[in-house]
């Protein structure tokens, strides 16, 4: 009903009209493609799967009126597609221009049909209008008992590969039928697995529940959100994982808690006094509420590993603080006090600290709490990780160690899948030398423009550069490049480059590299791929 609302009010305000369509279709990806934007006439530029030629009569949506409307909306609202990147892609898309949208189809009769007073029963609605609906009419939009208090959305949280149509399609539907648009449309990016995309036919598909399961719900929970920038690909190991367990959680936090749990039980039987921190340990507690006031933006901008990263700094004050300080020494001085406001700052900053981790890691900052005397609530929120508020004098309670070194994985292993002994495809003989690969193993690799935003010589090193390329995502990529003996850095830096995108990081000389450029090379030498004319940065080579 609320799709057939939206329907009719759109068809009245003049955005809908019928007439018949002849194009390609993609199975896959549920959409029409103009032959201009196709690979070799006949291949999708989203999934590279082949298109059908479809030609049926069918209503088409205004796409095309609403050019100038969508490009005001991204000018005047910076951050309506996060990461900003994204946002950049889009306006290139339509400022390129936009076609009008076909929304509904005849070749079958499932699905939502016309309204009735449209008299045209042979026609359904068809994604991605029926589809993109969905998220005001489970708020009942259409019918007598409507609730639109929680539209517009703050955010929505969407993948990467169906970015246009949120960010397109969805917000001219909107305009078209009057209703407010989302603040932020946020698109994430893929998880591979040791460099290589997930695949069922690999075996190499992680379960989040069993990792889960293994290491910890909020562990896990922690890593997703630190490991990877938002709106990047990142790769998923065990060793990673392991990796951020032992080093951010057990020795930054983790151990932090233990020091303090052992300090003031050997001191001080327990017992935590922060009323002195402010007199001896000022200059520490500025840093620590420096670090917690920028972390707002971070969240409302998508920027989560930022926002865990810049939340670590204060673990990182008073771990500093107790090596600088020492209470050991403090205690054979004589000076108690100064050892009990030491140990009042450490509990602030874990207090502080756990209340904003709280959304992320709900289980262990709940045992933080715990330990420290008090809850996780709003008045805390308010007062220590807003405010410059201290806890009350408490004694602590001792708790098992929060994270347990890992020492090994704890999960099994993943063997490649041995395809190499099965029989091949025709596709793949060999034809003069050549290995010839299908179209879907030719869009495994993928092959980007970027630009190099900074170059410098690798010490030691006769043939390498140190190259920092923007390839579109949140964070330019490391690469490696052994092209010295041919390019200065000043040949290389503000240019264009053709990047290999998705090989698994290595290391050459100790430093890593993240990607691998294109280039041709003969007796005369070598020479960059690069393309001809400027091109936006992380634009998709096909």
Known sequence: ????????????????????????????????????????????????????????????????????????WYE???????????????????????????????????????????????????????????????????????????????T??????????????????????????????????????????????????????????????????????????????????????????????????????????????????GYVDSTLVEQYYQTELDEVHASLDKLEPFLFEMQLHRYLEELWRPLTVANRAIDKYQPWTLMKEGKEEEAMALNGLIAAILAKVS????????????????????????????????????????????????????EAPLLPQIEPIDTESKPQPKEAQKTEGIALIGIDEFFQTSLKIGTVIQAEEVPKSKKLLLLQVDVGEAQPRQVVAGIKEWYSVEDMLNTQVCVVANLKPAKLMGLKSEGMLLAAKDEEGLCMIRPEKPKTSGTAIR
């Open 1 to 72: 009903m609320g799709v057939q609302k939206a329907f009719s009010t759109m068809h009245s305000n003049g955005d809908i009209y019928k007439d018949t369509y002849k194009g390609h279709y993609c199975i896959s990806c549920e959409t029409f493609f103009p032959a201009i934007q196709l690979i070799d006439d006949e291949f999708c530029p989203d999934c590279g799967k082949s298109t059908t030629i479809v030609e049926e009569e069918s209503y088409f949506f205004r796409l095309s009126q609403y050019e100038d409307k969508l490009l005001a």
């Open 76 to 154: 005047d609202n910076p951050d309506c597609i996060l990461p900003r990147s994204k946002r950049n892609e889009v306006i290139r898309f339509v400022e390129g221009g936009l076609t009008d949208l076909s929304i509904t189809r005849t070749s079958f009769d499932w699905g939502v049909k016309l309204p009735e007073e449209m008299n045209d029963p042979k026609h359904v609605m068809y994604v991605w209008l029926d589809a993109l609906m969905n998220y005001v009419t489970a708020l009942g939009y259409g019918t007598d008992d409507a609730n639109m208090d929680y539209w517009p959305a703050h």
């Open 156 to 269: 929505q949280l969407i993948g990467k590969d169906i970015l246009r149509f949120h960010a397109i399609y969805w917000p001219a539907f909107l305009m078209s039928l009057g209703l407010p648009l989302p603040k932020h449309i946020a698109a994430h990016g893929w998880w591979t697995r040791d460099g290589e995309k997930m695949s069922k036919s690999k075996g190499n598909v992680v379960n989040p529940k069993e990792v889960a399961d293994a290491y910890g719900l909020d562990s896990f929970r922690y890593f997703m959100l630190r490991e990877v920038p938002f709106g990047g690909d990142g790769d998923f190991s065990q060793k990673a994982l392991i990796d951020r367990i032992n080093s951010d959680l057990g020795n930054d936090l983790g151990n932090l808690l233990n020091r303090l749990i052992g300090m003031s039980g050997k001191y001080f039987e």
């Open 355 to 406: 209340v904003m981790l709280y959304p992320v890691m709900p289980e262990v900052c709940t045992k933080i709490s715990k330990a420290l005397g008090f809850s996780i609530d709003t008045e805390h929120w308010q007062t220590l990780a807003k405010g410059t508020a201290l806890l009350a004098p408490f004694t602590l309670e001792k708790i098992d160690p929060l994270f347990p070194r890992i």
